[in-house]
């Protein structure tokens, strides 16, 4: 008979309680920490969503002040858009006052705000910085800020824009961007891009069928040379080709065009500029123009023109002044003739070959002004510290007015935006005949009605270098050289390069758009 010891059971009983606590409690700490875990997940997720919401909210105040912005100033002259920012009280803009305004879903229930601060652009300048903060009704504590500049874009910010075909022969190197209403024939090298608001064009400068709006004649690599017939290579149906031994940039095709009738109105504007005192200086239409010699001392010596070597085969240069005294002090005035210029301009007296200089008067540079003259204008000189735009211009009756430049330089003295020249020809901007050999004009220059360029005076006429450190507008085709396909004559060089400050600082009352867009974009 066998027999159980129940004194032995009773010593085991119990004995996997502490096992069952013990694993009850590393599954409990477990879910804890999985429960811990998903909840702080959600959470963050939570906040993700609504931190992405107040970057959305942001953004729409940036989009807002832009729709605002269009609102008032479109249709606006440069003034009225200057004016605008200076007394129309835009919003935003005072200090310590940001615009708050609420955002909504497109079912009308409401998301949250934004807070908009603006710093309006300087007098002379297009950019506008907007900050937006956003968040949300949920979680107001979690902001998103975004700053954007603004910018009107500028005619200045081109280094060729035209209304006309341009070609730019084999030795022209450009900086800046480059566009034509037309086509463009480019056998140079652009480093930036280069655009036409056409796809295709007929050059006229052969025959053939179309080719691309902006095109080359350049043999591709690794042939050398121009071909001057029609490029199969360049022309539809091929896709256009990268060419970057030429087109460095880039070319664009179909972009906007440019309205070159609707300077007039900027023209007139100028003009009213320049007679309200502190503005600038108006002078009238006195005999056939007036020579304008810019000096760093920050004033201008300004003559009246009597004659100039006009006409066909003219050379455009100044003949003789109004207004002469006689070297002995004597009084009286002289029928001269220029033996030199500059400012001590010195003539002849055809009379008696007295000795006679040429009366001017001497003004100050009207800094972010405007010098508008009723007539035509030989330009030269140097700025210092200063921001001017010079205008001729005749905005009644059926003439005309021509600026002429290449007497002598046209200089900057400082290349950081504190030196900002407009040159402004109603007809044309002229490098006369007897210029400089080796040229350098420093600005924007913009022929409204004609074209920024030399005329042909002969196939002996050969110059060295012609430097443009700014940019060029002309209605029609431009050009500094020629050529009959066998010898070329003019500027042998020609070297545009593109000031990189006329993209934020254009010149006083230059043409700009009137509509401001993201130039750049960034997370504070």
Known sequence: MLVFNNKNKKQYKGSILPFVLIIMSVVLIILVSMFGYISAQMKYSYAQV???RAFQVAEA???????????KIAGKTVQQIKTFWQTGNPIGVEEGNPYTDDYYDPEGGKIGSYEISVIPPDPNSTIVIVTSTGWTDKEPNLRRTVRVRFRRPSWSENSVLANDFMRFGDGTEVFGKIHSNEGVRFDGLAHNIVSSSLSTFDDPDHSGGVEFSVHTHVNPPPL???NDNFRALEAPPNTPARREDVFLGGRKFLAPTVDFNGVVSDLGNMKTESQIAGS?????????????ILKTDGTFDIYTVNSFDSGSGGSNSIVSYIGTKRADGSGGSCATTVTTTGPNTQCKDITNGQKCYCRHDNYSIPDGGVIF???NVWLEGAINDKRVTIVAAK???S????MFLGNNNLLYTNFDGHDILGVIGQQDIEIIENSQNYLTLDGAFLAQTGRVGRANYGSSDHKNTITVNGSLATNLRYGFAWTNGVSDWGYATRILNFDNNLLYFPPPYFPTGTEYAIDLWEEL
């Open 224 to 226: 050398t040379g121009v």
């Open 280 to 292: 600038g200086k108006y002078f009238d239409g006195t005999g056939v123009g007036r020579q304008v």
């Open 61 to 71: 105040g940036v989009y807002y002040y832009r729709w605002y912005l269009v609102h």
């Open 395 to 397: 905005l009644s009756g």
């Open 399 to 402: 003439d005309t007015a021509t």
């Open 50 to 52: 609504e931190r992405e």
């Open 373 to 375: 003259v009723e007539d």
